[in-house]
């Protein structure tokens, strides 16, 4: 999983996405939490093609699972 939110982390900073706090390049956990300026938006087409996240207090906050793929990550990229 490490290596799936790696490739999230990458994909949002090279978008310019802000983050609440500094991810580093070893980050351990499987969350990531940013700032999209237009997350309802976001939300309703990441739920329109079953993928699933939460928005709370202005953060989308996302966290790839065991049934998760780089192929995964790649469509969520598009997303964004």
Do not use: C, W
């Amino acid at each position: 999983l490490k290596h799936l939110t790696q490739m999230i982390l990458n994909h949002l900073s090279k978008k310019k996405f802000e983050f609440p706090v500094h991810y580093s390049d070893d980050h351990q956990s499987s969350i990531v939490s940013f700032i999209h300026p237009k997350a309802a938006e976001f939300m309703n087409r990441l739920n329109d093609r079953g993928g699933q996240a939460t928005y709370r207090h202005g953060l989308v906050r996302l966290s790839p699972g065991i049934y998760q793929t780089e192929s995964t990550i790649y469509h969520l990229h598009d997303l964004l």
